[in-house]
């Protein structure tokens, strides 16, 4: 057990694997961060990152450009979170309603335009492959960070982007602001209503460029609901991370390791069954809404503001 248990936790296969999973939740992450101190929280995030996969793949598959995909994927994101701003946002509906029936939606549309544009056929897709940087690959642990694709390196500076426009620009002051009280807000003159739409339109754009992860780093092909509930995890993600970028980042790796546990130990069979294996990333997200709550949270987090 103990030579199983080694093999299973003291590997580099394993800490680079935790990496690659983690990333996209780590982008979608940041998004999400945007989202919820502007005071939007956005359970569509499952959605957009479906849509995010979904056009990765079309625009990749159209133009054998995976860049071009990359485009398709934000563009994709975009458009699902301008339906989540316009209803949450602009007409006031309940945001957690909005995101669920976004969830659904999201899942029936990619289905259907799946089998009309690939037929029952995995289509083969112009992915983005490894890119190992020269002398940084051969640190000890930490060079697997530095082995991964371009889209990763993108998100790894993403995170100093995003704390220092969140903590140091007049606008992260105002989406701040918006987050913990939009009233007194408002009354010093910022729009409330513009604020949370850029920010809900942001996390979009981050969640089409997380999707696109799974279809064209990860897979390079797209499956019928590959997300497969890393949405939510996204949500505990920026929950314990206090919805700091740089906490989230790290909280996000932490949850790549449990997916990369979980497969490794299939791999190995350590003896368990393997749909607990699977589940373990699932219960422990559980297990972080439990311990962690709502604390440290926007204030207004979840309310909508209506003008009078």
């Known amino acids: ?47 957009m990152m479906l849509c995010g996969a979904f056009g990765g793949a079309l625009g990749a598959y159209a133009t054998g450009n995976p860049w071009l995909g990359l485009l398709a994927a934000v563009a994709a994101g975009l458009l699902a979170a301008a339906l989540q701003a316009f209803f949450s946002v602009l007409l006031a509906v309940d945001q957690v309603i909005v995101g669920i029936g976004l969830n659904a939606g999201s899942l029936g549309v990619t289905t259907y335009a799946a089998r009309v544009v690939f037929g029952m056929e995995k289509p083969q897709l112009a992915g983005f492959a490894p890119i190992q940087l020269p002398g940084l690959t051969d640190l000890p642990i930490v060079g697997s960070l530095f082995a991964q694709s371009v889209p990763a390196y993108l998100v790894y500076l993403l995170v100093p982007v995003a704390t220092f426009i969140l903590l140091r620009t007049r606008w992260g002051l105002a989406l701040r602001a918006v987050g913990e009280h939009p009233e007194a807000a408002a009354s010093a ?7 949370r739409c850029a920010a809900v339109l942001l996390c979009g754009a981050l969640a089409g460029l997380a999707g696109s992860f799974f279809s064209l780093v990860q897979l390079n092909t797209f499956v019928e609901a590959m997300i497969g509930g890393r949405g939510f995890i996204v949500l505990a993600v920026v929950i314990v991370g206090r919805w700091s970028p740089w906490r989230a980042a790290l909280a996000a790796l932490l949850f790549g390791a449990l997916d990369a546990v979980a497969l ?39 309310r909508a503001f209506v003008r009078d």
Do not use: H, K
């Open 189 to 195: 003159g910022i729009s409330v209503a513009r604020t």
């Open 264 to 302: 490794r130990a299939q791999a190995l069979s350590v003896g368990l069954p393997y749909q607990l294996l699977l589940a373990l990333p699932y219960l422990t997200t559980l297990a972080a809404y439990w311990l962690s709550g709502r604390a440290g949270a926007p204030a207004a987090l979840g």
């Open 1 to 47: 057990m103990l030579e199983i248990l080694s093999r299973l936790l003291l590997s580099i296969d394993l800490f680079a694997t935790g990496i690659r999973l983690g990333t996209p939740l780590m982008c979608a992450g940041v998004g999400e961060i945007a989202s919820e101190r502007a005071g939007v929280v956005n359970v569509g995030l499952e959605g």
